[in-house]
């Protein structure tokens, strides 16, 4: 049975067994619908590799992805993470194994190479891997795709900026999770991404 | 807690339980939706060949009609199969033996009539090259279940309200039923109104498996393993099963492993949570 309409109650007005009851059955149809098998992530691990990069699809529910990276030999030279390959992690001189945190894919803001707020005299870099600078103007969070010294306003010169869309719950998503040694072939484990609330 | 209500009639008196069982249920939902999320993880393989069951497997316990699936090639194929095997026997779900210079493989495919409704299957493509010299890329990006043929995202509503809490005699006013309304429709945009049943991909790795945020009170799982938890704390657990069998584990036999615990299930070529044996 599929979700009903609720209708909003005004005072005075009789309170109905069929109003109950689509609350009822509406509560129902949610338990049924979320009463799954609680899947894990599947780790991925390599004892002799020098670069990986890993495909997570997600169906987005939740604002927050929080991560786990190994590595067991060798020196990482960085690891990266990519919402639809938009850089959101970015750890160029990771230190000390597990690499554990969390980024708020609903904040562009706390991305790397967030801008601030749109500024017309400024520079702006492009886009090449994922990671050209983001800026808020007009309520909204763009991305450069063309490097430029200013004067290109973001929602007005399209081939310069394109929106950044946040995911909304029900979406799919791309997460891509990229690492690399810098002393060749060593053991990696990126072991778990997933979506979570503070 | 959830508890199933039986319709109420007309006339019938209205008790203070009915209506807290109803804002426990509401609560409830809401609460399952803020469950932490785990993703589908396909593949990405190089090669010259193609890919068979030795390459990658799928778990999955069939409880919907359509299983979504996307995979991209490329490369031209000689042949494209989706099957599907259980310790008894295994099922062709899709065998296109002419996929010409098809590069992308995906839809909805009705299984209903193909699987067992509740039977656990582990889901594997036989993708064939035609003849390529060179490596050439095969990407399984999707495979999961849903009661839908395409995904739609979750209907918006406004903020959570709090369902209200009951004593015999309180007078129902309409702001506190509208409450429900509210808290009901919160819960849907955190849901969505399309079930999704993921597949998880066998382990491919020596020692590290899977992770889990632990909800249910069954480990469905294949091959021998360990229950590690992470933080060290608690002792670990040895599951024992048999190859390419599925056999269930009851996790409240594991004292420190508590709902909402992040932890680990080492070796073991599957696991699943689920909510029955």
């Known amino acids: 049975m599929a979700y009903m309409a609720i209708s909003t109650l005004n005072t005075g007005e009789t309170l109905t067994a069929l109003h109950l009851n689509i609350l009822a059955q509406n509560a129902q149809h949610l338990h049924d619908l979320m009463q799954q098998s609680n899947v894990p992530c599947p780790s991925f691990h390599r004892t002799e590799i020098a670069s990986a990069g890993v495909d997570y699809t997600f169906r987005h529910r939740l604002p927050l992805l929080r991560y786990r990276i190994a590595n067991v030999t060798g020196t990482l030279n960085y690891y990266r993470i990519f919402y639809n390959g938009r850089l959101v992690i970015d750890d160029e001189d990771p230190t000390v194994s597990p690499y554990t945190g969390v980024v708020n894919l609903h904040a562009p803001s706390e991305w790397p190479n967030y801008a601030g707020a749109w500024n017309s005299g400024t520079s702006y870099y492009e886009n090449i891997n994922g990671d050209g600078s983001i800026v808020l103007h007009g309520g909204t969070y763009y991305v450069c795709i063309d490097g430029h010294s200013g004067g290109k306003e973001p929602g007005v010169e399209t081939s310069y900026w394109t929106a950044i869309t946040i995911p909304v719950v029900g979406s799919l998503y791309v997460c891509t999770v990229t690492a690399a040694f810098s002393d060749g072939a060593k053991e990696l484990a990126i072991e778990y991404v997933y979506e979570d609330i503070g | ?277």
């Open chain 2, 1 to 277: 807690m959830f508890t199933p209500l039986q319709d109420r009639q007309n006339g019938q008196y209205l008790s203070a339980s009915y209506l807290n069982a109803l804002s426990e249920n509401a609560a409830h939902v809401y609460g399952m939706g803020l469950a932490p999320n785990m993703p589908f993880r396909g593949h990405v393989g190089s090669n010259v060949f193609g890919m068979s069951m030795a390459d990658a497997g799928w778990m999955i316990r069939h409880r919907y009609t359509y299983l979504h699936y996307k995979v991209v090639v490329t490369e031209p194929l000689d042949h494209f199969r989706l099957k599907a095997t259980d310790p008894k026997k295994t099922t062709n779900l899709i065998v296109n033996d002419s996929p010409g210079t098809t590069e992308t493989f995906q839809g909805a495919l009705d299984v209903s009539g193909l699987l067992t409704l509740g039977a656990w299957y582990e889901l594997y493509f036989e993708i064939d090259f035609e003849g390529t010299t060179t490596a050439a890329n095969i990407f399984i990006q999707r495979l999961w279940e849903s009661d839908a043929t395409s995904v739609e995202p979750a209907p918006a509503a406004g903020a959570y309200a709090v369902p209200p809490e009951w004593e015999q005699n309180y007078t129902v006013s309409a702001a506190d039923m509208n409450k429900y309304k509210s808290a009901l429709d919160a819960a849907r945009s955190q849901v969505s109104d399309q079930a999704f049943n993921l597949a998880v991909r066998r382990n491919d790795t020596q020692d590290r498996g899977f992770w889990f945020v632990h909800r249910h009170r069954w480990l469905h799982h294949v091959g021998n393993g360990e229950i590690v938890d992470p933080s060290g704390a608690g002792e670990a657990v040895e599951i024992s099963g048999v190859e390419g069998q599925f056999s269930v584990f009851d996790l409240y036999s594991v004292p420190w492993l508590t709902e909402g615990t992040l932890y680990n299930v080492k070796d073991a070529n599957y696991a699943v949570e689920d909510y029955d044996a």
